[in-house]
């Protein structure tokens, strides 16, 4: 049997059991060497994270890792073994940046610098060894690894695609991802992985939504490395209650509490982000979110489901109208009316206490979301209706009018409330003061979401970050900020139906 006989016959049964795992992981621990992390180059002996990527990976899959877990180096081999075992393949690896693509090269390159010389020089010798690049011309396969700054996948027919640290690729990494995903054929194997850098962006919403998209989740936290501890010298300080939580479910040792501590007090907010250790509070963690995220998750553990629900969730009330005793106030944000881009919301509160009470919420024209949005000022006993009159709020504040609603808010003689360079941060202040001190008083599953995406950007203004929405956000800062100013006006409101019965 010649030698690429022997490959082609291990490409049909990488996939089999085998004692020592599957066949292809036999290939990789006898054939693939690494630098290893002390010294000099040794065989790829499979970590922790790399077992059990390799007995769940399926040909979807998406990974959220800590550093340093060898999930690169894996994924690196596993390609490498299925190029020179599946002639007629190609494979590309996308890296964030030039240097670590460069770095992701020395990788593969180091594998086949260290197959054996009769290999190299035959069915294995290459063409091109360079620009990141490797060809088999007896196999017809080639290795690619590329930047998510280049026009990675234009043109080519991709066999087995890794994409790398997804969530610090330039410009979102949106069109990149969608022509790579273009250009991987229909039974590709393909791979997302990457450490959180916040709720938001494309590798969050790719995590998101792995199981109606079909992708496996992987989550490797920072314990997964057993080199991840550190000796405990004097006396060790009683557990936190954050500390004991993470012993008592996975076990770990004082030595990993002490490096835990060591990690933590040296990279303090960024700890979470670079050494995850749950697959939710990591993204949140890498987040420069305006809003405090401790309360936003205390207002989701006790936020209650909706009393009611009607047309698909677009409409969802919690607490139901109180006829004739309590009052109520609804901010109103408008969207232009198209099935894409930003919402229209309208969320109702209570006066008194600033209640989360109704939330209208979705892809409406403008004539019938202010037709909802009327339905829902009568059904809460004629609330005050703050619609922003920026943009396309103004044709709003003209259909309520048409339509003979009379309770809307104004200010400085005109209907409406204006969403300005002044009032905007006062309004999203006094959100964030409140959802900090009272989180208990919202409910939205949608507007805690919003929450915790709305970030402040780089030239300081705070806003959604690029993918998400915050029109649940905008919504309920316009009706808070309208209960702060109006603060009597509920009392006006009465004095003004009593004076009338008096007349009549």
Known sequence: MTDLDFLKQCGTVLDHRISAGTVRDWLISRMLKIRLKGKGNGWLKLNRAQQEYSARCGQKNIVLKARQLGVTTYVAARFFIQAITRPGTLTVQVAHTEESAQAIFAIVRRFWENLPKELQRGVL??????????????????????????????????????????????????????????????????????????????????????????????????????????????????????????????????????????????????????????????????????????????????????????????????????????????????????????????????????????????????????????????????????????NQGYGVIENLKNLGYENIYMHKGQDGFLTSAITRPAMIENLAAIVAEQPTLFQSPRLLDELKTFVRHADGHAAAAEGTHDDCVMAMAIALEVRKRDAGGGAKKKALEMASVAVG
């Open 125 to 390: 010798r290459t063409s091109r060894s360079n620009v990141r690049q490797l060809v088999f011309p007896e196999l017809d396969s080639e290795y690619r690894v590329e930047t998510a700054e280049e026009n990675a996948g234009r043109g080519m027919t991709i066999h087995h695609l890794h994409c790398s640290e997804v969530s610090c690729w330039p410009r979102g990494g949106r069109d990149t991802l969608a022509a790579l995903r273009g250009a991987l054929v229909p039974n590709g194997e393909i791979v997302l992985e990457s450490t959180p850098r916040g709720a938001s962006g494309v590798f969050y919403e790719e995590w998101q939504k792995a199981e109606e998209t079909g992708y496996t989740k992987h989550f490797f936290p920072w314990w997964y490395d057993k080199a991840y501890r550190e000796k405990v010298r004097g006396k060790f300080l009683p557990l936190t209650e954050e500390e004991a939580e993470l012993v008592k479910l996975h076990g770990l040792t004082q030595r990993q509490i002490a490096w835990r501590r060591k990690q933590w007090k040296t990279l303090r907010t960024l700890a979470g982000q670079e050494y995850a250790e749950d697959a939710n509070a990591c993204f949140l963690a890498s987040g420069e979110c305006v809003f405090d995220l401790e309360a936003v998750e205390k207002a989701g553990r006790h936020a209650a489901p909706a009393t009611e629900s009607k047309d698909n969730e677009r409409m969802l009330i919690w607490l139901p109208p109180n006829p004739g005793k309590w009052e109520y106030i609804i901010g109103v944000d408008t969207a232009s009316g198209g099935s894409e881009g930003d919402y229209s919301c309208a969320e109702v509160i209570e006066r008194s206490k600033g209640s989360q009470c109704a939330e209208l919420h979705g892809h409406f024209p403008l004539q019938e979301f202010a037709k909802r949005v009327v339905e829902l000022g009568r059904r809460y006993n004629n609330a005050l209706l703050a619609v922003e009159r920026n």
